[in-house]
């Protein structure tokens, strides 16, 4: 969820605001408000907030100072400055100290909305390249441990964060002893595909059994399970090996390897863990060492897509793999398959763990073999749309599943808290869902969106107050949640089309 404070000394603006905000059925929160610019300086501290609206004109800090003293200390929190017209040469500065953008006072509540989607897309594309760098730094990790391993020349400003990582850890070898056994046709170009789906297998059962720890292929056949927390190891080997063998016929060892006193001394423990494990080393084909296989690289896939979901935004996730797709028509020949079963995979972890599907293991085997008999990028894309397909689809009935109580229980909560403070966060939080999502999903059942079904629902009750009592209009537009009567009667005549006074003469009996 995005995070504003909201900075501004008139307290009916700033609580106009504030409601807008709680409102507009998005992603964004008011975490605090600020009466001056040195109020919110303290808040800033504490809160870390995304954005900042801000007033210019105000006592002891002003809104240009406030935005100077922030971006020097905190340069990734946005900001958008409100001004008046007579400050609109002084709000130039503002632009030129880092404001995103300028409101014009008054703002109409589309202003609003405009600025915050646009805050919103920068925003997005902030948490894109982070990912991006993320991925990078883990491949970085993975390359650097792998030179260790095989005594590679290796880069060493990541050594100090591997040795907080690994050291005292315990470390497991897996070794898959032929690639081509005889009841299995595999073809030599179907090895980096078989090693990473068994790095998947592995790598799923290590989960299970409560692991955590660096799973890597180091290299042709061989992989390193480095353990931070061991968890049933054993069992977890013995699983693993049983699963290759039943779902892709191969067969694979495991062993101990010791626990790592020193990182820069990992080679030493590979290959006396190889000699206890009676493991000749192949020089003759060591393909595995410069395969593109990444566990980083699906990580990123999969954080992508539960982002998209969690946000509810369905038609973001779709452009997202279709450009992903489109990425994988770019790659060597070579690359393909590899980059097509990382996202089958991907997308198979992500379904277990937010539609809380168990595994398909009864036609892994198949798929993996159709992927391999694709001939070509075209089969290759429709193996991968085959695999998207399965995906939206569970996600569809996941939705189907969930949604309806959701947005019941949501609608019921409403009804009986319809006189309150009822913005979407607490409403989405009352049925444990994301706001952006819920949002999303409230409309879909609903056919309205979050606002407009609960000023329907406040209207209904106006109406039957109206109808059925004396109170007046400032005690009708409390009771039903408007502390604004003006605000109340407003709203009123756009959905009756009469206003509360005329209302109560057309109706009261």
């Known amino acids: 969820?995005?995070?504003?404070?909201?900075?501004?000394?008139?307290?009916?603006?700033?609580?106009?605001?504030?409601?807008?905000?709680?409102?507009?059925?998005?992603?964004?929160?008011?975490?605090?408000?600020?009466?001056?610019?040195?109020?919110?300086?303290?808040?800033?501290?504490?809160?870390?907030?995304?954005?900042?609206?801000?007033?210019?004109?105000?006592?002891?800090?002003?809104?240009?100072?406030?935005?100077?003293?922030?971006?020097?200390?905190?340069?990734?929190?946005?900001?958008?400055?409100?001004?008046?017209?007579?400050?609109?040469?002084?709000?130039?500065?503002?632009?030129?100290?880092?404001?995103?953008?300028?409101?014009?006072?008054?703002?109409?509540?589309?202003?609003?909305?405009?600025?915050?989607?646009?805050?919103?897309?920068?925003?997005?594309?902030?948490?894109?390249?982070?990912?991006?760098?993320?991925n990078e730094h883990q491949l970085l990790l993975e390359h650097t441990l792998r030179g260790i391993f095989l005594r590679f020349p290796y880069r060493t400003e990541v050594?100090?964060?591997?040795?907080?990582?690994?050291?005292?850890?315990?470390?497991?070898?897996?070794?898959?002893?032929?690639?081509?056994p005889a009841h299995k046709q595999y073809a030599k170009s179907d090895v980096p595909l078989l090693q990473f789906a068994v790095l998947n297998i592995i790598s799923e059962l290590v989960n299970q059994h409560g692991i955590t720890g660096k799973l890597l292929l180091i290299e042709y056949g061989r992989i390193a399970l480095v353990m931070r927390d061991a968890g049933d190891a054993d069992q977890a080997s013995a699983a693993a090996s049983e699963t290759i063998q039943r779902l892709l016929g191969l067969s694979v060892v495991s062993y101990p390897a010791g626990v790592i006193a020193d990182i820069t001394k990992l080679a030493d423990l590979y290959e006396a863990g190889l000699d206890v494990g009676k493991v000749e080393r192949n020089q003759d084909d060591r393909s595995g060492v410069d395969s593109p296989i990444s566990g980083a690289r699906q990580q990123l896939i999969s954080a992508q897509i539960v982002a998209y979901?969690?946000?509810?935004?369905?038609?973001?996730?779709?452009?997202?793999?279709?450009?992903?797709?489109?990425?994988?028509?770019?790659?060597?020949?070579?690359?393909?398959?590899?980059?097509?079963?990382?996202?089958?995979?991907?997308?198979?972890?992500?379904?277990?763990?937010?539609?809380?599907?168990?595994q398909d293991s009864s036609t892994l085997t198949d798929r993996i073999g159709m992927l391999h008999a694709c001939a070509n990028m075209a089969e290759i894309e429709a193996w991968m749309h085959a695999e998207i397909d399965r995906f939206l689809g569970n996600f569809d009935k996941w939705q189907e599943k969930y949604s309806g109580n959701a947005i019941q229980k949501a609608a019921r909560y409403m009804e009986d808290h319809y006189a309150e403070a009822l913005p979407l966060q607490l409403v989405a939080s009352h049925v444990h869902l994301n706001v952006t999502y819920f949002s999303h999903l409230f409309k879909k059942v609903t056919g309205r969106s979050f606002i407009d079904y609960l000023i329907e629902l406040r209207m209904e009750k106006a109406k039957q107050l109206l109808s059925n009592t004396d109170l007046k209009i400032t005690d009708v537009s409390g009771m039903i949640g408007y502390d604004l009567p003006n605000y109340f009667a407003k709203l009123f005549k756009q959905t009756t089309g009469l206003s509360p006074k005329d209302y109560r003469k057309l109706h009261q009996k």
């Open 159 to 180: 050594l100090a964060e591997l040795e907080q990582s690994y050291t005292g850890s315990k470390l497991i070898l897996f070794q898959i002893m032929d690639y081509h």
């Open 309 to 358: 979901i969690v946000a509810g935004q369905v038609d973001l996730l779709k452009q997202y793999l279709a450009q992903w797709m489109e990425e994988v028509r770019g790659m060597p020949p070579a690359n393909r398959p590899i980059e097509a079963l990382s996202l089958s995979f991907a997308l198979q972890d992500t379904a277990r763990k937010q539609f809380e599907l168990e």
């Open 1 to 134: 969820m995005n995070q504003i404070l909201l900075v501004e000394d008139e307290p009916l603006f700033r609580k106009g605001l504030a409601k807008m905000i709680s409102g507009s059925g998005t992603d964004w929160h008011v975490c605090g408000e600020a009466e001056n610019g040195q109020e919110a300086e303290c808040l800033i501290e504490q809160t870390q907030p995304d954005l900042v609206i801000t007033d210019i004109r105000m006592p002891l800090m002003d809104g240009l100072e406030l935005l100077k003293r922030t971006k020097s200390k905190f340069p990734g929190i946005e900001f958008i400055v409100i001004t008046g017209f007579q400050d609109f040469q002084y709000a130039q500065t503002a632009l030129r100290y880092g404001a995103l953008d300028l409101l014009i006072k008054p703002c109409s509540q589309q202003d609003i909305y405009d600025a915050l989607a646009k805050v919103e897309v920068l925003l997005l594309e902030k948490q894109a390249r982070l990912r991006k760098a993320q």
